[in-house]
Protein backbone atom coordinates (compact mmCIF):
# COMPACT_ATOMS: atom_id res chain seq x y z
CA UNK A 1 0.00 0.00 0.00
CA UNK A 2 2.74 2.42 1.10
CA UNK A 3 4.65 1.42 -2.35
CA UNK A 4 0.89 2.06 -4.43
CA UNK A 5 1.40 5.58 -2.97
CA UNK A 6 4.88 6.38 -3.60
CA UNK A 7 4.63 5.00 -6.61
CA UNK A 8 1.37 6.97 -8.24
CA UNK A 9 3.34 9.85 -6.77
CA UNK A 10 6.42 9.49 -9.08
CA UNK A 11 4.37 8.27 -12.15
CA UNK A 12 4.58 9.99 -14.87
CA UNK A 13 1.64 11.66 -15.15
CA UNK A 14 -0.11 11.70 -18.49
CA UNK A 15 -0.25 14.89 -20.78
CA UNK A 16 -3.24 16.55 -20.67
CA UNK A 17 -3.78 18.19 -23.95
CA UNK A 18 -3.06 21.57 -23.88
CA UNK A 19 -6.01 23.98 -22.87
CA UNK A 20 -6.99 25.38 -26.03
CA UNK A 21 -6.85 28.86 -26.35
CA UNK A 22 -9.69 30.23 -27.53
CA UNK A 23 -9.52 33.91 -29.29
CA UNK A 24 -12.63 36.23 -29.44
CA UNK A 25 -13.23 37.67 -32.64
CA UNK A 26 -12.84 41.20 -32.41
CA UNK A 27 -14.44 43.66 -35.36
CA UNK A 28 -12.09 46.15 -37.37
CA UNK A 29 -14.16 48.72 -35.42
CA UNK A 30 -13.54 47.69 -32.04
CA UNK A 31 -9.78 47.10 -32.90
CA UNK A 32 -9.83 50.82 -34.40
CA UNK A 33 -12.00 52.07 -30.86
CA UNK A 34 -9.34 50.20 -28.29
CA UNK A 35 -6.18 51.49 -30.44
CA UNK A 36 -8.24 55.20 -30.44
CA UNK A 37 -8.71 54.83 -26.29
CA UNK A 38 -5.18 53.58 -26.14
CA UNK A 39 -3.77 56.62 -27.93
CA UNK A 40 -6.28 59.00 -25.74
CA UNK A 41 -5.22 57.63 -22.57
CA UNK A 42 -1.42 58.34 -23.66
CA UNK A 43 -2.40 62.04 -24.53
CA UNK A 44 -3.93 61.75 -21.32
CA UNK A 45 -1.39 60.74 -19.23
CA UNK A 46 1.46 63.23 -21.07
CA UNK A 47 -0.79 66.22 -20.35
CA UNK A 48 -1.47 64.83 -16.92
CA UNK A 49 2.43 64.34 -16.61
CA UNK A 50 2.98 67.91 -18.09
CA UNK A 51 0.50 69.59 -15.40
CA UNK A 52 2.42 68.05 -12.78
CA UNK A 53 5.65 69.26 -13.96
CA UNK A 54 3.90 73.05 -14.82
CA UNK A 55 2.51 72.72 -10.68
CA UNK A 56 5.79 71.85 -9.38
CA UNK A 57 7.51 74.57 -11.35
CA UNK A 58 5.14 77.48 -9.95
CA UNK A 59 6.09 77.89 -6.68
CA UNK A 60 9.87 78.60 -8.27
CA UNK A 61 8.37 80.49 -10.79
CA UNK A 62 6.93 82.90 -7.97
CA UNK A 63 9.48 82.97 -6.25
CA UNK A 64 11.86 84.38 -8.95
CA UNK A 65 8.71 86.81 -10.17
CA UNK A 66 8.81 88.51 -6.07
CA UNK A 67 12.40 88.04 -6.14
CA UNK A 68 12.32 90.54 -9.61
CA UNK A 69 10.25 92.79 -8.25
CA UNK A 70 12.18 93.35 -5.51
CA UNK A 71 15.41 94.00 -7.17
CA UNK A 72 13.33 96.34 -9.28
CA UNK A 73 11.86 98.51 -6.74
CA UNK A 74 15.98 98.56 -5.16
CA UNK A 75 17.17 99.71 -8.45
CA UNK A 76 13.96 102.45 -8.28
CA UNK A 77 15.18 103.66 -5.18
CA UNK A 78 18.81 103.54 -6.18
CA UNK A 79 18.17 105.77 -9.28
CA UNK A 80 15.91 108.21 -6.93
CA UNK A 81 19.16 108.23 -4.92
CA UNK A 82 20.98 109.25 -7.76
CA UNK A 83 18.74 111.43 -9.09
CA UNK A 84 18.79 113.56 -5.88
CA UNK A 85 22.87 113.67 -5.66
CA UNK A 86 23.29 114.59 -9.14
CA UNK A 87 20.61 117.55 -8.60
CA UNK A 88 22.59 118.74 -5.44
CA UNK A 89 25.66 118.25 -7.61
CA UNK A 90 24.66 120.76 -10.42
CA UNK A 91 23.36 122.98 -7.52
CA UNK A 92 26.97 123.04 -5.87
CA UNK A 93 28.06 123.72 -9.04
CA UNK A 94 26.45 126.41 -9.89
CA UNK A 95 27.06 128.01 -6.66
CA UNK A 96 30.35 127.51 -7.25
CA UNK A 97 31.09 128.28 -10.66
CA UNK A 98 29.06 131.68 -10.06
CA UNK A 99 32.20 132.93 -8.34
CA UNK A 100 35.22 132.03 -11.08
CA UNK A 101 32.63 132.41 -13.64
CA UNK A 102 34.75 134.28 -16.34
CA UNK A 103 31.46 135.67 -18.20
CA UNK A 104 29.68 136.89 -15.04
CA UNK A 105 30.43 140.63 -16.12
CA UNK A 106 28.56 140.13 -19.19
CA UNK A 107 25.75 138.18 -17.79
CA UNK A 108 25.27 141.36 -15.21
CA UNK A 109 25.64 143.81 -18.36
CA UNK A 110 23.02 141.64 -20.26
CA UNK A 111 20.60 141.07 -16.81
CA UNK A 112 20.47 145.05 -16.82
CA UNK A 113 19.56 145.72 -20.30
CA UNK A 114 16.86 142.93 -20.17
CA UNK A 115 16.09 145.08 -16.90
CA UNK A 116 15.65 147.78 -18.85
CA UNK A 117 13.73 146.10 -21.39
CA UNK A 118 11.31 145.05 -18.95
CA UNK A 119 10.40 148.47 -17.42
CA UNK A 120 10.70 150.10 -21.27
CA UNK A 121 7.30 147.20 -21.94
CA UNK A 122 6.01 147.97 -18.59
CA UNK A 123 5.50 151.72 -19.75
CA UNK A 124 4.26 151.21 -22.89
CA UNK A 125 1.52 148.92 -21.55
CA UNK A 126 0.64 151.58 -19.46
CA UNK A 127 0.82 154.25 -22.30
CA UNK A 128 -1.43 151.69 -24.40
CA UNK A 129 -3.93 151.62 -21.54
CA UNK A 130 -4.15 155.36 -21.29
CA UNK A 131 -4.23 155.76 -25.10
CA UNK A 132 -7.62 153.42 -24.76
CA UNK A 133 -9.39 155.59 -22.17
CA UNK A 134 -8.41 158.60 -24.20
CA UNK A 135 -10.16 156.64 -26.90
CA UNK A 136 -13.00 156.09 -25.16
CA UNK A 137 -13.32 159.73 -23.47
CA UNK A 138 -13.32 160.75 -27.11
CA UNK A 139 -16.25 158.95 -27.67
CA UNK A 140 -18.37 159.70 -25.00
CA UNK A 141 -17.30 163.56 -25.62
CA UNK A 142 -18.49 163.19 -29.47
CA UNK A 143 -21.96 161.54 -28.01
CA UNK A 144 -22.57 164.54 -26.15
CA UNK A 145 -22.02 166.85 -29.27
CA UNK A 146 -18.92 168.76 -27.98
CA UNK A 147 -16.32 169.92 -30.44
CA UNK A 148 -13.52 167.47 -30.31
CA UNK A 149 -11.46 169.54 -33.16
CA UNK A 150 -11.20 172.34 -31.38
CA UNK A 151 -10.05 170.88 -27.89
CA UNK A 152 -7.80 168.75 -30.39
CA UNK A 153 -6.14 172.01 -31.62
CA UNK A 154 -6.01 173.50 -28.40
CA UNK A 155 -4.23 170.31 -26.42
CA UNK A 156 -1.52 170.26 -30.06
CA UNK A 157 -0.45 174.10 -29.70
CA UNK A 158 0.43 173.88 -26.25
CA UNK A 159 2.82 171.14 -26.82
Same mark, same amino acid.
Not at 30 to 58: G, K, P, Y
Not at 88 to 102: A, F, K, R, T
Not at 104 to 127: A, G, R, V, W, Y
Given at each position: ?63 ? @???? *? !? /? %?? #? $??? &? ?6 ? +? =? ?28 ? @???? *? !? /? %?? #? $??? &? ?6 ? +? =? ?20
Amino acid at each position: MALEFLSSLFKKKKKEAPAEETFEEVTVEELEERVENREQDEQISQIMERLNEIENDLPRVKIS @IDNI *K !K /Q %IQ #E $LRE &EIERLDKT +I =KDIMMLYEVVSQEINPFKEQLSQESSLSSE @IQEL *K !K /Q %ID #E $LKM &ELAKVKND +I =KVLAGYGVDIDSILYEVLAEV
